[in-house]
Protein backbone atom coordinates (compact mmCIF):
# COMPACT_ATOMS: atom_id res chain seq x y z
CA UNK A 1 0.00 0.00 0.00
CA UNK A 2 3.10 2.19 0.84
CA UNK A 3 4.72 1.41 -2.44
CA UNK A 4 1.38 2.12 -4.69
CA UNK A 5 1.52 5.60 -2.94
CA UNK A 6 4.90 6.05 -3.53
CA UNK A 7 4.41 5.30 -7.31
CA UNK A 8 1.40 7.73 -7.18
CA UNK A 9 3.72 10.49 -5.99
CA UNK A 10 6.37 10.14 -8.09
CA UNK A 11 3.42 10.11 -11.12
CA UNK A 12 2.22 13.27 -9.46
CA UNK A 13 5.52 14.90 -9.86
CA UNK A 14 6.43 13.48 -13.22
CA UNK A 15 3.19 15.26 -14.58
CA UNK A 16 3.66 18.83 -12.58
CA UNK A 17 7.95 18.55 -13.62
CA UNK A 18 6.25 17.94 -17.29
CA UNK A 19 3.70 20.67 -16.70
CA UNK A 20 6.80 22.83 -15.08
CA UNK A 21 8.63 22.29 -18.18
CA UNK A 22 5.82 22.72 -20.80
CA UNK A 23 5.50 26.22 -18.42
CA UNK A 24 8.87 27.27 -18.54
CA UNK A 25 9.64 26.86 -22.25
CA UNK A 26 6.38 29.04 -23.19
CA UNK A 27 7.31 31.10 -20.69
CA UNK A 28 10.88 31.29 -22.78
CA UNK A 29 8.89 31.79 -25.89
CA UNK A 30 7.00 34.54 -24.38
CA UNK A 31 10.29 35.66 -23.79
CA UNK A 32 11.79 35.51 -26.63
CA UNK A 33 8.70 37.26 -28.65
CA UNK A 34 8.65 39.83 -25.71
CA UNK A 35 12.39 40.50 -26.69
CA UNK A 36 11.36 40.84 -30.20
CA UNK A 37 9.17 42.83 -29.86
CA UNK A 38 11.14 45.14 -27.81
CA UNK A 39 13.75 45.24 -30.43
CA UNK A 40 10.92 46.13 -33.01
CA UNK A 41 9.92 48.77 -30.63
CA UNK A 42 13.23 50.64 -30.58
CA UNK A 43 13.16 50.01 -34.15
CA UNK A 44 10.62 51.47 -34.56
CA UNK A 45 11.21 54.10 -31.76
CA UNK A 46 14.55 54.67 -33.72
CA UNK A 47 12.45 55.16 -37.07
CA UNK A 48 10.13 57.52 -35.85
CA UNK A 49 12.87 59.70 -34.43
CA UNK A 50 14.26 59.73 -37.49
CA UNK A 51 11.38 60.76 -39.30
CA UNK A 52 10.48 62.99 -37.39
CA UNK A 53 14.46 64.35 -37.56
CA UNK A 54 14.00 64.29 -41.34
CA UNK A 55 10.98 66.55 -41.05
CA UNK A 56 12.10 68.61 -39.08
CA UNK A 57 14.89 68.99 -41.82
CA UNK A 58 11.96 69.66 -44.55
CA UNK A 59 10.21 71.85 -42.60
CA UNK A 60 13.34 74.00 -42.32
CA UNK A 61 14.00 73.40 -45.68
CA UNK A 62 10.72 74.65 -46.87
CA UNK A 63 10.82 77.54 -44.89
CA UNK A 64 14.00 78.43 -46.10
CA UNK A 65 13.08 78.14 -49.76
CA UNK A 66 9.71 80.01 -49.41
CA UNK A 67 11.93 82.55 -47.60
CA UNK A 68 13.58 82.87 -50.25
CA UNK A 69 11.20 83.06 -53.10
CA UNK A 70 9.33 85.69 -50.63
CA UNK A 71 12.25 87.76 -51.29
CA UNK A 72 12.73 86.76 -54.91
CA UNK A 73 9.43 88.11 -55.20
CA UNK A 74 10.05 91.65 -53.35
CA UNK A 75 12.79 91.83 -55.85
CA UNK A 76 11.60 91.09 -58.72
CA UNK A 77 8.25 93.53 -58.02
CA UNK A 78 11.22 95.82 -57.14
CA UNK A 79 12.27 95.69 -61.18
CA UNK A 80 8.83 96.72 -62.71
CA UNK A 81 8.36 100.76 -63.07
CA UNK A 82 6.32 103.15 -60.76
CA UNK A 83 3.17 104.38 -62.36
CA UNK A 84 3.84 107.71 -63.56
CA UNK A 85 1.26 111.06 -64.94
CA UNK A 86 2.92 113.60 -67.15
CA UNK A 87 2.03 116.29 -69.60
CA UNK A 88 2.60 113.48 -72.99
CA UNK A 89 2.00 110.37 -71.44
CA UNK A 90 0.80 108.30 -68.34
CA UNK A 91 1.36 104.36 -68.01
CA UNK A 92 0.66 102.02 -65.25
CA UNK A 93 0.61 98.28 -64.81
CA UNK A 94 -1.32 95.09 -63.10
CA UNK A 95 1.44 92.33 -62.47
CA UNK A 96 -0.36 89.07 -60.48
CA UNK A 97 2.26 86.20 -60.16
CA UNK A 98 0.51 82.33 -60.59
CA UNK A 99 3.12 81.99 -57.59
CA UNK A 100 5.75 83.97 -56.00
CA UNK A 101 7.72 85.06 -59.02
CA UNK A 102 6.31 85.01 -62.41
CA UNK A 103 7.77 84.60 -66.07
CA UNK A 104 5.47 87.69 -67.14
CA UNK A 105 7.49 91.15 -66.85
CA UNK A 106 7.13 95.13 -68.44
CA UNK A 107 9.19 97.83 -68.24
CA UNK A 108 8.62 101.13 -69.96
CA UNK A 109 11.80 104.12 -69.79
CA UNK A 110 12.39 107.49 -71.64
CA UNK A 111 15.11 107.15 -74.43
CA UNK A 112 16.88 109.80 -76.53
CA UNK A 113 14.78 112.63 -78.21
CA UNK A 114 11.14 112.00 -76.48
CA UNK A 115 11.19 108.69 -77.30
CA UNK A 116 8.75 106.47 -74.41
CA UNK A 117 10.13 102.50 -74.50
CA UNK A 118 8.15 99.79 -73.60
CA UNK A 119 8.11 96.03 -73.40
CA UNK A 120 5.85 93.20 -71.83
CA UNK A 121 7.31 90.10 -71.84
CA UNK A 122 5.52 86.20 -71.00
CA UNK A 123 8.00 83.65 -70.70
CA UNK A 124 7.16 79.71 -70.83
CA UNK A 125 5.50 78.84 -68.13
CA UNK A 126 5.58 80.41 -64.39
CA UNK A 127 7.53 80.12 -61.23
CA UNK A 128 11.53 80.12 -60.36
CA UNK A 129 12.77 79.18 -63.53
CA UNK A 130 10.75 81.46 -66.03
CA UNK A 131 11.25 84.13 -63.82
CA UNK A 132 15.15 84.17 -63.63
CA UNK A 133 14.53 84.10 -68.26
CA UNK A 134 12.50 87.10 -67.25
CA UNK A 135 15.65 88.40 -65.17
CA UNK A 136 17.84 88.19 -67.82
CA UNK A 137 15.41 89.58 -70.74
CA UNK A 138 15.21 92.81 -68.16
CA UNK A 139 18.87 92.75 -67.54
CA UNK A 140 19.42 93.00 -71.39
CA UNK A 141 16.63 95.33 -72.46
CA UNK A 142 16.96 97.97 -69.68
CA UNK A 143 18.94 101.02 -70.24
CA UNK A 144 20.15 101.24 -66.84
CA UNK A 145 21.94 98.00 -67.55
CA UNK A 146 23.41 99.86 -70.90
CA UNK A 147 20.63 97.44 -72.55
CA UNK A 148 20.12 96.87 -75.94
CA UNK A 149 17.06 99.48 -76.47
CA UNK A 150 19.12 102.37 -76.42
CA UNK A 151 21.86 101.20 -78.35
CA UNK A 152 19.41 100.19 -81.75
CA UNK A 153 17.64 103.38 -81.08
CA UNK A 154 20.92 105.18 -81.81
CA UNK A 155 22.43 103.04 -84.70
CA UNK A 156 19.70 102.47 -86.79
CA UNK A 157 17.24 105.89 -85.80
CA UNK A 158 14.34 104.48 -87.81
CA UNK A 159 11.64 102.99 -85.05
CA UNK A 160 10.91 100.49 -87.18
CA UNK A 161 13.85 99.23 -87.55
CA UNK A 162 15.21 99.81 -83.90
CA UNK A 163 12.39 97.63 -82.37
CA UNK A 164 12.82 94.57 -84.86
CA UNK A 165 16.60 94.66 -83.90
CA UNK A 166 15.86 94.60 -80.32
CA UNK A 167 13.90 91.50 -80.76
CA UNK A 168 16.34 89.83 -82.67
CA UNK A 169 18.99 90.63 -81.03
CA UNK A 170 16.82 88.77 -77.69
CA UNK A 171 16.08 85.75 -80.13
CA UNK A 172 19.83 85.44 -81.16
CA UNK A 173 20.84 85.46 -77.40
CA UNK A 174 18.34 83.37 -76.09
CA UNK A 175 18.05 81.12 -78.91
CA UNK A 176 21.68 79.97 -78.77
CA UNK A 177 21.34 79.00 -74.78
CA UNK A 178 17.90 77.10 -75.34
CA UNK A 179 18.63 74.58 -73.50
CA UNK A 180 18.96 76.75 -70.28
CA UNK A 181 16.64 78.89 -70.93
CA UNK A 182 12.63 78.97 -72.08
CA UNK A 183 11.10 80.79 -74.96
CA UNK A 184 9.08 83.94 -74.54
CA UNK A 185 6.70 86.24 -76.37
CA UNK A 186 6.66 89.85 -76.15
CA UNK A 187 5.59 93.17 -77.26
CA UNK A 188 8.23 95.82 -77.41
CA UNK A 189 7.69 99.10 -78.66
CA UNK A 190 8.57 102.96 -78.77
CA UNK A 191 6.29 105.59 -78.42
CA UNK A 192 7.43 109.13 -80.00
CA UNK A 193 5.27 111.60 -77.75
CA UNK A 194 6.00 114.88 -79.95
CA UNK A 195 4.08 112.47 -83.14
CA UNK A 196 1.72 110.41 -81.31
CA UNK A 197 3.37 107.43 -83.58
CA UNK A 198 3.84 104.16 -81.68
CA UNK A 199 5.73 101.42 -83.65
CA UNK A 200 6.17 98.05 -82.05
CA UNK A 201 7.39 94.45 -82.78
CA UNK A 202 5.10 91.54 -81.74
CA UNK A 203 6.71 88.45 -81.07
CA UNK A 204 4.07 85.70 -80.40
CA UNK A 205 2.19 87.73 -78.03
CA UNK A 206 -1.22 88.62 -78.19
CA UNK A 207 -1.92 91.76 -80.13
CA UNK A 208 -1.94 95.54 -78.32
CA UNK A 209 -5.24 97.10 -77.94
CA UNK A 210 -5.89 100.52 -78.91
CA UNK A 211 -8.63 102.29 -76.80
CA UNK A 212 -9.87 105.54 -78.30
CA UNK A 213 -12.74 107.99 -79.22
CA UNK A 214 -13.71 105.76 -82.21
CA UNK A 215 -13.53 102.64 -79.70
CA UNK A 216 -11.52 99.80 -79.10
CA UNK A 217 -9.53 97.59 -81.95
CA UNK A 218 -7.28 94.85 -81.76
CA UNK A 219 -4.04 95.41 -83.88
CA UNK A 220 -1.17 92.52 -84.96
CA UNK A 221 -0.57 89.22 -87.01
CA UNK A 222 1.01 87.45 -84.15
CA UNK A 223 4.74 87.19 -85.30
CA UNK A 224 7.44 84.21 -83.88
CA UNK A 225 8.26 83.69 -80.22
CA UNK A 226 11.25 84.57 -78.97
CA UNK A 227 13.98 81.69 -78.87
CA UNK A 228 11.80 78.80 -81.14
CA UNK A 229 13.69 79.36 -84.29
CA UNK A 230 17.55 80.59 -85.01
CA UNK A 231 16.67 83.28 -87.44
CA UNK A 232 12.79 84.24 -87.82
CA UNK A 233 11.66 87.23 -89.94
CA UNK A 234 10.31 90.02 -87.10
CA UNK A 235 8.23 92.51 -88.25
CA UNK A 236 7.05 96.10 -87.15
CA UNK A 237 3.75 97.36 -87.11
CA UNK A 238 2.88 101.43 -86.31
CA UNK A 239 -0.59 103.32 -85.16
CA UNK A 240 -0.84 106.68 -84.60
CA UNK A 241 -2.53 107.86 -81.26
CA UNK A 242 -4.64 110.89 -81.03
CA UNK A 243 -4.49 113.01 -77.48
CA UNK A 244 -6.08 110.56 -74.89
CA UNK A 245 -6.21 108.10 -76.55
CA UNK A 246 -5.05 104.29 -74.35
CA UNK A 247 -2.44 101.49 -75.23
CA UNK A 248 -3.08 98.37 -73.44
CA UNK A 249 -0.91 95.45 -73.61
CA UNK A 250 -1.94 92.27 -71.45
CA UNK A 251 -0.51 88.36 -71.39
CA UNK A 252 -2.62 85.49 -71.75
CA UNK A 253 -3.50 84.93 -68.38
CA UNK A 254 -5.75 87.86 -68.14
CA UNK A 255 -8.14 86.07 -70.53
CA UNK A 256 -7.37 82.81 -69.91
CA UNK A 257 -8.22 83.06 -66.58
CA UNK A 258 -11.25 80.41 -65.54
CA UNK A 259 -14.12 80.45 -62.97
CA UNK A 260 -15.21 77.88 -60.80
CA UNK A 261 -17.55 77.01 -63.48
CA UNK A 262 -14.40 76.36 -65.90
CA UNK A 263 -15.47 79.38 -68.50
CA UNK A 264 -12.85 81.44 -69.68
CA UNK A 265 -13.03 85.38 -68.65
CA UNK A 266 -12.18 85.71 -72.55
CA UNK A 267 -11.26 88.91 -74.53
CA UNK A 268 -14.84 89.59 -74.92
CA UNK A 269 -14.87 90.66 -71.00
CA UNK A 270 -11.72 92.22 -71.39
CA UNK A 271 -12.44 94.66 -74.09
CA UNK A 272 -15.78 95.39 -72.19
CA UNK A 273 -13.89 96.38 -69.15
CA UNK A 274 -11.85 98.60 -71.26
CA UNK A 275 -14.44 100.49 -73.29
CA UNK A 276 -15.97 101.00 -69.83
CA UNK A 277 -12.97 102.51 -68.06
CA UNK A 278 -12.07 104.15 -71.62
CA UNK A 279 -12.50 107.21 -69.60
CA UNK A 280 -10.94 106.65 -66.35
CA UNK A 281 -7.43 107.26 -65.33
CA UNK A 282 -4.67 104.31 -65.30
CA UNK A 283 -5.59 103.74 -61.78
CA UNK A 284 -8.75 102.95 -61.89
CA UNK A 285 -8.68 101.22 -65.02
CA UNK A 286 -6.81 98.52 -63.01
CA UNK A 287 -8.55 98.78 -60.06
CA UNK A 288 -11.58 97.76 -62.35
CA UNK A 289 -9.63 94.68 -64.06
CA UNK A 290 -8.32 93.59 -61.18
CA UNK A 291 -11.42 93.16 -59.48
CA UNK A 292 -13.34 92.05 -62.11
CA UNK A 293 -10.40 88.89 -62.69
CA UNK A 294 -10.38 88.60 -59.25
CA UNK A 295 -13.90 88.10 -58.66
CA UNK A 296 -14.28 86.08 -61.46
CA UNK A 297 -11.53 83.71 -60.50
CA UNK A 298 -12.78 83.57 -57.19
CA UNK A 299 -9.62 83.88 -55.48
CA UNK A 300 -5.92 85.25 -55.54
CA UNK A 301 -4.36 82.29 -56.76
CA UNK A 302 -4.54 82.23 -60.73
CA UNK A 303 -3.27 79.25 -62.53
CA UNK A 304 -0.50 81.39 -64.83
CA UNK A 305 0.58 85.13 -64.59
CA UNK A 306 -1.23 87.78 -65.19
CA UNK A 307 0.17 91.00 -66.65
CA UNK A 308 -1.81 94.23 -68.16
CA UNK A 309 -0.04 97.43 -69.44
CA UNK A 310 -1.70 100.47 -69.64
CA UNK A 311 0.38 103.33 -71.59
CA UNK A 312 -1.73 107.01 -71.91
CA UNK A 313 -0.69 109.44 -74.74
CA UNK A 314 -1.47 112.97 -74.42
CA UNK A 315 -0.74 115.38 -77.60
CA UNK A 316 1.66 117.72 -76.22
CA UNK A 317 0.33 121.48 -76.25
CA UNK A 318 0.74 123.67 -79.50
CA UNK A 319 3.25 125.87 -79.20
Request: a negative charge.
Amino acid sequence: MLQRAYERERGRRKQAEKLLEEKSRELYLSYEELDKSHSQLEKTHEDLQKQQTELVQLINAYASVTNDLQLAAVLQADLLPDPIILDTHAARGYFQPAQYVAGDAYDYFMLPNDVFAFYIIDVEGHGTASAMTSFAIHSQLNPKFNGICRRNLAEHGDHSTAVCETVSDLNSAFYRQNTASKYFTMIYGLLDLKTGVVTWCQAGHPAPIFSTNTGIKEIGDGGFPVGTLEDPAFQASSFTLQSNDRLVLYSDGAVECFSKEKEMFGKARLFDLLAQSSSATPEHCVTNIQTALLKWNASDQFEDDVTILFIDYFAPPSE
